[in-house]
């Protein structure tokens, strides 16, 4: 699919779609759960599908409710559900069930589509194996498809924090451990994500011990997880392109279902945007946002936040000066290089932008409508058509069905703000 975009003013309410990271954390909590859990409003597209693939291809029993979805755990009993688990282009989904996989004494084989076959998975693997699993890297060009088995026990593990996924899995199946479990993480990237974590093992009463600079994680092994009753919440990362979109436009949005109060490191974001100039109001679970009177470019360290490069990229292009989106060396291990994806799609726009190691830099730019390749990646197709909206003449955008996999309504909801786009199929 292509959308083809003019430019746009916008304005207006827009509500927020359910978190992708929430969605997938409790649909693991729910699979290895003790009981039948319910969890309300997740996000049911893309990301959130191939966690319910992956809860079934583990044992567990999935009713589909309305909006809700009723779930019945494993419990203890890791070894039901199938020999394959297919996650698509799910990165979390592929990290956070692995480790559940590897609970069992059965083997299963992990696979998913052409750009989640290119991410990194031997770090996980690696350490699980050292926590007692047998893994078997399938081809030999990349991590994915690969098989595990264990079962895996507590012990001390190293593991590699270049993204905090792997880290993630290992917290969320440690308490399931029949020891206690050790985690040393080296160069952890996105702790945010991690305090999400570690969030959900609070709220299940999950004894564990953290270390202050983050370095060590210990959890309490023989433990187990009760069925849960949770509501999803509204996603930041999300939020993120109308809150930018807002400032890259000159118009006012308000944002519904967007709690400050939550674990969130995307949150930020509207910290960022202020100090840029931009007027942000939160009102507790809403948020309106709308242009200052001069937007700056400065220099933002995204390591904490990492998908919110693309959407912020498009705004350097509006702010006086340079911004500087750095220290962010994980946004070239996602759905693709995201660095690269944005500086070469915002050149041909003609933006002024060049790669950093670690991050981009983009200079006040005039942008022009052209054709567009989205690399199949939801955020760089949403990012991209945030760019559509401030260029001057058309733009069109392909592979734009990724940006179903977070925000499968942004068509729908962008047009209700007042924006010129057209879905080509």
């Given at each position: 699919?292509?959308?083809?975009?003019?430019?746009?003013?916008?304005?207006?309410?827009?509500?927020?779609?359910?978190?992708?990271?929430?969605?997938?954390?409790?649909?693991?909590?729910?699979?290895?759960?003790?009981?039948?859990?319910?969890?309300?409003?997740?996000?049911?597209?893309?990301?959130?599908e191939?966690?319910?693939?992956?809860?079934?291809?583990?044992?567990?029993?999935?009713?589909?409710?309305?909006?809700?979805?009723?779930?019945?755990?494993?419990?203890?009993?890791?070894?039901?559900?199938?020999?394959?688990?297919?996650?698509?282009n799910?990165?979390?989904?592929?990290?956070?069930f692995?480790?559940?996989?590897?609970l069992?004494?059965?083997?299963?084989?992990f696979?998913?589509?052409?750009?989640?076959?290119?991410?990194?998975?031997?770090?996980?693997?690696?350490?699980l194996?050292?926590?007692?699993?047998?893994?078997?890297?399938?081809?030999?060009?990349?991590d994915?498809?690969?098989?595990?088995?264990?079962?895996?026990?507590?012990?001390?593990?190293?593991?590699?924090?270049?993204?905090?996924?792997?880290?993630?899995?290992?917290?969320l199946?440690?308490?399931?451990?029949?020891?206690?479990?050790?985690i040393?993480?080296?160069?952890?990237?996105?702790?945010?994500?991690?305090?999400?974590?570690?969030?959900?093992?609070?709220?299940?009463?999950?004894?564990?011990i953290?270390?202050?600079?983050?370095?060590?994680?210990?959890?309490?092994?023989?433990?187990?997880?009760?069925a849960?009753?949770?509501?999803?919440?509204?996603d930041?990362?999300?939020?993120?392109?109308?809150?930018?979109?807002?400032?890259?436009?000159?118009a006012?949005?308000?944002?519904?279902?967007?709690?400050?109060?939550?674990?969130?490191?995307?949150?930020?974001?509207?910290?960022?945007?202020?100090?840029?100039?931009?007027?942000?109001?939160?009102?507790?679970?809403?948020?309106?946002?709308?242009?200052g009177?001069?937007?700056?470019?400065?220099?933002?360290?995204?390591?904490?936040?990492?998908?919110?490069?693309?959407?912020?990229?498009?705004?350097?292009?509006?702010?006086?000066?340079?911004?500087?989106?750095?220290?962010?060396?994980?946004?070239?291990?996602?759905?693709?290089?995201?660095?690269?994806?944005?500086?070469?799609?915002?050149?041909?726009?003609?933006?002024?932008?060049?790669q950093?190691?670690?991050?981009?830099?983009?200079?006040?730019?005039?942008?022009?409508?052209?054709?567009?390749?989205?690399?199949?990646?939801?955020?760089?197709?949403?990012?991209?058509?945030?760019?559509?909206?401030?260029?001057?003449?058309?733009?069109?955008?392909?592979?734009?069905?990724?940006?179903?996999?977070?925000?499968?309504?942004?068509?729908?909801?962008?047009?209700?703000?007042?924006?010129?786009?057209?879905?080509?199929?």
């Amino acid at each position: 699919m292509k959308w083809k975009i003019g430019k746009s003013a916008l304005g207006g309410s827009i509500m927020i779609p359910p978190s992708k990271s929430h969605t997938i954390r409790a649909l693991l909590i729910a699979t290895l759960a003790d009981g039948v859990s319910r969890i309300r409003e997740p996000l049911m597209s893309g990301d959130g599908e191939s966690a319910l693939t992956a809860a079934v291809a583990l044992g567990a029993r999935v009713h589909r409710e309305a909006h809700d979805i009723t779930i019945e755990g494993i419990g203890k009993h890791f070894d039901g559900g199938d020999d394959t688990v297919y996650l698509g282009n799910s990165g979390t989904s592929m990290r956070l069930f692995t480790s559940a996989a590897a609970l069992g004494s059965r083997r299963r084989t992990f696979d998913g589509d052409t750009s989640l076959r290119s991410r990194p998975m031997r770090p996980l693997l690696t350490a699980l194996e050292s926590l007692g699993a047998t893994t078997d890297i399938i081809s030999g060009n990349a991590d994915i498809p690969f098989a595990i088995h264990g079962p895996i026990r507590g012990g001390a593990v190293r593991i590699d924090g270049r993204t905090s996924q792997f880290l993630s899995s290992l917290l969320l199946v440690a308490p399931l451990f029949e020891g206690d479990t050790t985690i040393v993480v080296d160069t952890l990237n996105e702790r945010p994500y991690v305090e999400m974590t570690l969030w959900w093992l609070d709220k299940m009463g999950i004894r564990h011990i953290v270390s202050d600079d983050f370095r060590e994680f210990t959890v309490a092994g023989r433990q187990s997880y009760a069925a849960i009753d949770q509501c999803i919440p509204g996603d930041f990362s999300s939020a993120t392109f109308p809150a930018v979109a807002a400032a890259a436009t000159g118009a006012e949005i308000t944002l519904e279902n967007v709690d400050f109060s939550d674990p969130q490191g995307d949150k930020e974001v509207f910290g960022i945007l202020e100090r840029m100039g931009v007027v942000v109001m939160r009102y507790g679970v809403s948020a309106t946002v709308k242009p200052g009177d001069c937007l700056s470019g400065i220099t933002i360290d995204l390591n904490n936040m990492p998908d919110a490069l693309p959407a912020l990229a498009v705004l350097g292009c509006l702010a006086e000066g340079t911004t500087s989106l750095v220290n962010v060396p994980q946004a070239r291990i996602k759905e693709c290089d995201r660095i690269a994806a944005m500086a070469e799609e915002l050149t041909k726009m003609g933006a002024k932008v060049r790669q950093l190691e670690d991050g981009i830099a983009i200079e006040r730019s005039r942008l022009r409508g052209t054709a567009v390749h989205g690399r199949e990646d939801h955020r760089i197709v949403m990012a991209l058509a945030l760019a559509a909206m401030i260029a001057e003449g058309e733009t069109v955008i392909d592979t734009a069905e990724a940006a179903t996999v977070t925000y499968p309504t942004f068509v729908r909801d962008f047009r209700a703000l007042g924006a010129d786009i057209e879905e080509i199929e």
